[in-house]
């Protein structure tokens, strides 16, 4: 079993619409959380962390679930610009990257 | 003002030959990693250097060697190329100190080998 897994996709949703995807992990012990979103022949570019709480920056909003050990990601309104591989990223460490685990991505297509 | 760069953008080589990649980051960060990134779009961690220092060497082969001058800079040395290094290889960098440290990604090298 991966230690980060996600639904590969792809997500083909109409402009407007709203889309979450989940991430599972495996790994207890895991301390910090990310999503980052990968464009087509492009670096991965960091989206948002992801609190305990739940966070909310503009039309994304990312939960966490430790009890079930899943991150969500839910984007509302899609643009056609969100068209991209969303990435979760868990980090078994709290201040070093070093034990950052990458999920394999989902696809999102937003068509017109 | 590119806060990770590296370079060349596309290599392309053919077997057996031998090359590096270049990594420079001008954010000040502690850590330094390198990344491949298969056909399948799986990020997989290679190497990470803290101030100089090696600390973490994933299971790659030993043709791969990082060499880090400088905390600002994380080379990677090829020897031998074989078809399967064919990938996209990231350079990023992590600050590492209090909370969550997210990664930061240089454009990618694109190698192929044939």
């Known amino acids: 079993r991966k230690e980060v897994e996600q639904d590969p996709g792809p997500f083909n949703v109409p402009e407007g619409a709203t889309v979450a995807f989940n991430c599972t992990y495996s790994?207890?012990?895991?301390?910090?959380f990310f999503w980052y979103r990968q464009d087509c022949r492009k670096e991965p570019k960091l989206l948002m962390s992801?609190?305990?709480s739940g966070n909310e920056d503009g039309r994304f909003t990312a939960q966490l679930n430790r009890a079930s050990q899943y991150i969500s990601l839910l984007i509302r309104d899609s643009k056609l610009s969100d068209s991209a591989t969303y990435l979760c990223?868990?980090?078994?460490?709290?201040?070093?990257?070093?034990?950052?685990?990458f999920g394999s991505g989902t696809r999102l297509s937003i068509r017109p | 003002d590119t806060a990770v760069s590296q370079t060349p953008k596309y290599l392309v080589t053919q077997m057996g030959n031998d090359k590096s990649i270049k990594c420079e980051q001008n954010?000040?960060?502690?850590?330094m990693y390198w990344y491949k990134q298969d056909s399948k779009k799986f990020l997989k961690i290679m190497f990470s250097?803290?101030?100089?220092?090696?600390?973490i060497n994933e299971t790659v082969p030993n043709r791969f060697s990082p060499k880090s001058p400088d905390k600002a800079h994380l080379n990677l040395h090829i020897n031998s190329l074989e078809l399967g290094d064919s990938a996209v290889y990231f350079c990023?960098?992590?600050?590492?100190?209090?909370?969550?440290?997210?990664?930061?990604f240089g454009n990618g090298t694109r190698l192929t080998v044939t």
């Open positions: 990023a960098s992590s600050q590492d100190t209090g909370g969550p440290s997210p990664l930061h």
């Open positions: 990223v868990v980090n078994r460490e709290w201040s070093s990257a070093s034990k950052i685990i």
């Open positions: 790994n207890s012990a895991s301390q910090s």
């Open positions: 992801v609190y305990s």
């Open positions: 954010l000040g960060h502690d850590t």
């Open positions: 250097y803290n101030n100089k220092e090696l600390i």
